[in-house]
């Protein structure tokens, strides 16, 4: 038989870790009206085969809860990063390309967001927009975009310098097409990564926030609020409330690593061919 | 195992109550000075007590400032008041003699005990009592004293008050001021109470414990408990203090009441605590700020009362206070002032009929429908209240079965109260003065009740008559009428534009040797009632 070799292993990973979060989102999808039925003939039920991860003091099931709470989570967390992702691109290039006064500005603005602590920031911009999904999403996308774009600048800064985009200068092309077909294609793994590794962070501040009561309103299905509400059952030994879905979240979480660190090693020069 | 499991669990509760940083959250963690103090094997005649955090007063102990009125009324222990409530909520005498009211209704006159010393050793007076009351209507950020227009001493014993317009329930209004020194009184008074009740208060540390000593020169029966300890900390850690044998008695709720504690019997206390729900009375329709009043489907009166018998309130206690609670079905049961005919039976059939004869026919999809408008409602409860969130899921799923689709959404106090103008909110209420039901139903000058939009002018003619009245007895029966009269009224029969479904016991752990003396129906809030007669508590 063939040696699987490190590269098909780490495909095989990173093709696991999204087939997975995939599959946890659509099932969020599917399942997304039975997460708030309540059943009160059923509260209270330790894990079992019907319910696998038990039930709540509302009967409502937490398998399902769960699932829905990830896939919401994952949802956010795509939207969070994604715009992070974006706004970290854009303004790491302008302040590497546009002269000292808009770096100046944009460094100025990076070390004061990263400056204020991640999670009061957070609470901050999503109280100040009224709480809820978009609260959650904003305050998330706007605190999370400044290592990445530091990254990104310090990047642009270095590509400037090099021949290749010097020649391209000289020999007459434009600033903006410079950028897309001579700078773009390089930072893209740097990118992709970034964005990739922002997830965690996002779906974690997410979880945080609206544990402590500042995201998503409270009878929606989501991780923090799950986890939150089992805090008062947890003396009463009620402990499935909180373990299932607090080691999913964690196995999420690590996921989005897992596929962030395979795809990284796919597209690095340096390993792609290991 | 499962014990290994289960303190394993608990320290990590514990660990994540301390994370989140309350200040009140320190208490439980272990260290509690009052119970390691106790002198062992001696007669005891002390007790501990644990209370939510929020019961802890956090303008301190002046009645001008909620201390023992307000939201939540209570005795104020460090100090006398002129008249109480009795078990039967009737009005008993404390520092008053005796009180009669002019033929107008617009003068009381008090007269009051001579024997009363406040614990620095001066005389109560007249001028005490008159000093108390002018402060109170001038400062009082917690009630509304507009009725009063002035104190006046008489003499050394009797007071007159002048009122701006008569009030026949002023009785009640004086079974919660508590009597304030005028010599010993200023702003710092609510962190150094100086009283004539029966306790003195020794120490406070703010965010943990209030501690409480006999006053030994008080002028009734002496307190039999001569220390009382309030701790006040989280209900999981309440319950974990009383798993740990830390206090004698703690305030828990029906989640919890499968459980047992050894040495602790769970006691159940019936209430006035109810929890109803708002139906706005009028179409839905925008107010000059904009903001949505009124509500298309429960703007209908047939959908309001099909709603009220439609709601099965029995299995709903059964299944959201585990059977720890009484059926409700006005804001005051049990009262003086309450009107038994607002009792209504379940009736399923009887409620989809009269939907069905108000036009609101069963769609495809099981959900009522008329003229395209879906029989729908959006109900609120205040988040982070999981006896309400529960209330409000049970009720959605009752709905269910009449052809109504509801939701449930948690909403803050910030945005609750207008968007109740609109939608349904799960409430709480129950006080011991018939003003509520005056704060509820009775139109404001904007031709609007205050909380849900809803006006009847004879429902507001037999409260303020009630007002006028020269009895308390005559005023009862007005009160009664404002509910029903016969013809029109707030009940099944009438506008029906509240719907009451519960009164929640007040629940507690306590040691199975601790007598605890009879309460008197507990009102809204579930904190210092318990303790109005701890004096009389003692231990077997």
Same mark, same amino acid.
């Given at each position: 038989?063939?040696?699987?070799?490190?590269?098909?292993?780490?495909?095989?990973?990173?093709?696991? #870790?999204?087939?997975?979060?995939?599959?946890?989102?659509?099932?969020?999808?599917?399942?997304?009206?039975?997460?708030?039925?309540?059943?009160?003939?059923?509260?209270?039920?330790?894990?079992?085969?019907?319910?696998?991860?038990?039930?709540?003091?509302?009967?409502?099931?937490? &398998?399902?809860?769960?699932?829905?709470?990830?896939?919401?989570?994952?949802?956010?967390?795509?939207?969070?990063?994604?715009?992070?992702?974006?706004?970290?691109?854009?303004?790491?290039?302008?302040?590497?390309?546009?002269?000292?006064?808009?770096?100046?500005?944009?460094?100025?603005?990076?070390?004061?967001?990263?400056?204020?602590?991640?999670?009061?920031?957070?609470?901050?911009?999503?109280? %100040?927009?009224?709480?809820?999904?978009?609260?959650?999403?904003?305050?998330?996308?706007?605190?999370?975009?400044?290592?990445?774009?530091?990254?990104? =600048?310090?990047?642009?800064?270095?590509?400037?310098?090099?021949?290749?985009?010097?020649?391209?200068?000289?020999?007459?092309?434009?600033?903006?097409?410079?950028?897309?077909?001579?700078?773009?294609?390089?930072?893209?793994?740097?990118?992709?990564?970034?964005?990739?590794?922002?997830?965690?962070?996002?779906?974690?501040?997410?979880?945080?926030?609206?544990?402590?009561?500042?995201?998503?309103?409270?009878?929606?299905?989501?991780?923090?609020?799950?986890?939150?509400?089992?805090?008062?059952?947890?003396?009463?030994?009620?402990? +499935?409330?909180?373990?299932?879905?607090?080691?999913?979240?964690?196995?999420?979480?690590?996921? &989005?690593?897992?596929?962030?660190?395979?795809? =990284?090693?796919?597209?690095?020069?340096?390993?792609?061919?290991? | 195992?499962?014990?290994?499991?289960?303190?394993?669990?608990?320290?990590?509760?514990?660990?994540?109550?301390?994370?989140?940083?309350?200040?009140?959250?320190?208490?439980?963690?272990?260290?509690?000075?009052?119970?390691?103090?106790?002198?062992?094997?001696?007669?005891?005649?002390?007790?501990?007590?644990?209370?939510?955090?929020?019961?802890?007063?956090?303008?301190?102990?002046?009645?001008?400032?909620?201390?023992?009125?307000?939201?939540?009324?209570?005795?104020?222990?460090?100090?006398?008041?002129? @008249?109480?409530?009795?078990?039967?909520?009737?009005?008993?005498?404390?520092?008053?003699?005796?009180?009669?009211?002019?033929?107008?209704?617009? @003068?009381?006159?008090?007269?009051?005990?001579?024997?009363?010393?406040? @614990?620095?050793?001066?005389?109560?007076?007249?001028?005490?009592?008159?000093?108390?009351?002018?402060?109170?209507?001038?400062?009082?950020?917690?009630?509304?004293?507009?009725?009063?227009?002035?104190?006046?001493? /008489?003499?050394?014993?009797?007071?007159?008050?002048?009122?701006?317009?008569?009030?026949?329930?002023?009785?009640?209004?004086?079974?919660?001021?508590?009597?304030?020194?005028?010599?010993?009184?200023?702003?710092?008074?609510?962190?150094?109470?100086?009283?004539?009740?029966?306790?003195? $208060?020794? *120490?406070?540390?703010?965010?943990?414990?209030?501690?409480?000593?006999?006053?030994?020169?008080?002028?009734?029966?002496?307190?039999?408990?001569?220390?009382?300890?309030?701790? &006040?900390?989280?209900?999981?850690?309440?319950?974990?203090?009383?798993?740990?044998?830390? /206090?004698?008695?703690?305030? @828990?709720? #029906?989640?919890?009441?499968?459980?047992?504690?050894?040495?602790?019997?769970?006691?159940?206390?019936?209430?006035?605590?109810?929890?109803?729900? !708002?139906?706005?009375?009028?179409?839905?329709?925008?107010?000059?700020?904009?903001?949505?009043?009124?509500?298309?489907?429960?703007?209908?009166?047939?959908?309001?009362?099909?709603?009220?018998?439609?709601?099965?309130?029995?299995?709903?206690?059964?299944?959201?206070?585990?059977?720890?609670?009484? %059926?409700?079905?006005?804001?005051?049961?049990?009262?003086? +002032?309450? !009107?038994?005919?607002?009792?209504?039976?379940?009736?399923?059939?009887?409620?989809?009929?009269?939907?069905?004869?108000?036009?609101?026919?069963?769609?495809?999809?099981?959900?009522?429908?008329?003229?395209?408008?879906?029989?729908?409602?959006?109900?609120?409860? #205040?988040?982070?209240?999981?006896?309400? *969130?529960?209330?409000?899921?049970? $009720?959605?799923? *009752?709905?269910?079965?009449?052809?109504?689709?509801?939701?449930?959404?948690?909403?803050?106090?910030?945005?609750?109260?207008?968007?109740?103008?609109?939608?349904?909110?799960?409430?709480? +209420?129950?006080?011991?003065?018939?003003?509520?039901?005056?704060?509820?139903?009775?139109?404001?000058?904007?031709?609007?009740?205050?909380?849900?939009?809803?006006?009847?002018?004879?429902?507001?003619?037999?409260?303020?008559?009630?007002?006028?009245?020269?009895?308390?007895?005559?005023?009862?029966?007005?009160?009664?009428?404002?509910?029903?009269?016969?013809?029109?009224?707030?009940?099944?029969?009438?506008?029906?534009?509240?719907?009451?479904?519960?009164?929640?016991?007040?629940?507690?752990?306590?040691?199975?040797?601790?007598?605890?003396?009879?309460?008197?129906?507990?009102?809204?809030?579930?904190?210092?009632?318990?303790?109005?007669?701890?004096? *009389?508590?003692? +231990?077997?």
């Amino acid at each position: 038989m063939k040696r699987v070799n490190g590269r098909i292993m780490t495909v095989f990973f990173f093709a696991l #870790a999204v087939l997975f979060l995939a599959a946890v989102t659509a099932a969020g999808w599917v399942f997304s009206e039975e997460a708030l039925v309540t059943d009160f003939s059923r509260k209270n039920l330790g894990p079992g085969l019907q319910y696998l991860f038990g039930t709540d003091w509302l009967g409502r099931d937490m &398998f399902i809860r769960t699932l829905t709470g990830l896939s919401m989570s994952i949802r956010i967390g795509i939207l969070a990063a994604g715009v992070s992702s974006v706004l970290a691109l854009l303004l790491g290039t302008m302040a590497a390309t546009m002269g000292k006064t808009v770096d100046a500005v944009i460094t100025w603005v990076i070390d004061l967001v990263m400056g204020i602590p991640h999670i009061l920031l957070l609470i901050l911009i999503s109280y %100040a927009l009224g709480k809820g999904l978009k609260g959650v999403v904003v305050g998330v996308a706007l605190t999370h975009w400044t290592s990445l774009a530091r990254v990104i =600048r310090g990047e642009v800064m270095q590509l400037k310098e090099a021949l290749y985009i010097r020649t391209a200068r000289k020999l007459g092309v434009g600033g903006f097409e410079i950028a897309w077909k001579h700078m773009f294609p390089h930072l893209f793994p740097q990118f992709l990564v970034g964005l990739i590794l922002t997830f965690p962070h996002a779906i974690l501040h997410e979880a945080s926030i609206t544990f402590l009561g500042f995201g998503l309103s409270p009878e929606q299905p989501a991780v923090g609020i799950i986890l939150s509400e089992s805090m008062k059952y947890l003396a009463m030994g009620r402990w +499935w409330l909180a373990l299932f879905p607090g080691l999913f979240l964690v196995f999420t979480v690590v996921l &989005f690593d897992v596929a962030g660190e395979n795809l =990284r090693r796919l597209m690095d020069p340096g390993s792609v061919h290991i | 195992m499962h014990k290994k499991i289960f303190r394993l669990l608990l320290a990590a509760a514990f660990a994540g109550s301390m994370l989140t940083g309350c200040k009140g959250r320190d208490t439980a963690a272990g260290e509690q000075p009052p119970a390691e103090e106790q002198p062992a094997a001696e007669e005891k005649d002390s007790v501990i007590v644990a209370m939510g955090p929020s019961s802890e007063p956090e303008s301190g102990f002046d009645p001008a400032y909620g201390w023992g009125a307000g939201e939540h009324v209570h005795e104020p222990l460090i100090q006398s008041t002129l @008249t109480v409530t009795n078990t039967d909520l009737s009005i008993g005498y404390d520092l008053a003699e005796d009180m009669q009211v002019s033929e107008d209704g617009m @003068t009381w006159t008090v007269t009051i005990r001579e024997d009363v010393k406040f @614990t620095d050793g001066e005389p109560l007076t007249a001028e005490d009592v008159v000093f108390t009351y002018n402060t109170v209507k001038e400062n009082s950020s917690v009630n509304d004293f507009t009725m009063l227009k002035e104190a006046v001493a /008489v003499d050394g014993k009797t007071v007159e008050f002048r009122m701006e317009r008569p009030y026949s329930i002023w009785p009640y209004s004086m079974a919660i001021v508590g009597i304030v020194p005028e010599h010993a009184y200023g702003p710092d008074y609510g962190e150094h109470p100086v009283g004539s009740g029966r306790y003195i $208060m020794k *120490q406070w540390d703010k965010g943990q414990q209030i501690i409480f000593e006999a006053n030994p020169d008080y002028y009734g029966e002496a307190p039999k408990m001569k220390k009382v300890t309030v701790l &006040f900390m989280d209900e999981d850690a309440a319950y974990a203090a009383s798993l740990a044998g830390q /206090v004698d008695l703690a305030y @828990t709720s #029906a989640s919890y009441s499968d459980q047992t504690i050894d040495g602790y019997e769970l006691l159940a206390y019936e209430t006035v605590d109810n929890r109803g729900i !708002n139906l706005p009375a009028v179409p839905a329709s925008a107010d000059e700020k904009g903001n949505v009043v009124g509500n298309d489907f429960t703007s209908d009166v047939r959908v309001r009362r099909a709603i009220n018998i439609g709601i099965d309130r029995e299995e709903m206690i059964e299944n959201v206070l585990n059977g720890y609670g009484t %059926a409700a079905y006005s804001i005051c049961d049990k009262m003086p +002032w309450y !009107n038994e005919t607002a009792e209504v039976s379940f009736d399923l059939e009887g409620a989809a009929a009269l939907l069905d004869e108000a036009g609101w026919t069963a769609g495809s999809d099981g959900i009522r429908q008329k003229d395209g408008v879906r029989a729908e409602l959006n109900i609120l409860y #205040a988040s982070g209240d999981s006896v309400r *969130q529960a209330l409000a899921a049970d $009720m959605q799923n *009752q709905l269910k079965e009449l052809g109504i689709e509801a939701s449930i959404e948690g909403v803050g106090w910030d945005t609750a109260y207008t968007r109740a103008l609109a939608e349904p909110l799960m409430w709480g +209420w129950g006080a011991h003065t018939p003003m509520e039901l005056y704060n509820i139903y009775h139109t404001l000058e904007g031709g609007s009740a205050e909380y849900s939009p809803y006006s009847n002018e004879s429902v507001d003619q037999y409260m303020d008559e009630a007002l006028k009245a020269v009895s308390l007895e005559d005023s009862y029966d007005l009160w009664k009428k404002a509910q029903w009269d016969g013809t029109s009224g707030v009940t099944q029969e009438g506008d029906i534009p509240w719907i009451w479904l519960c009164n929640i016991d007040h629940l507690y752990w306590a040691r199975t040797d601790l007598h605890v003396a009879d309460q008197k129906l507990h009102p809204h809030g579930h904190g210092w009632s318990i303790v109005n007669n701890v004096d *009389q508590w003692y +231990w077997e």
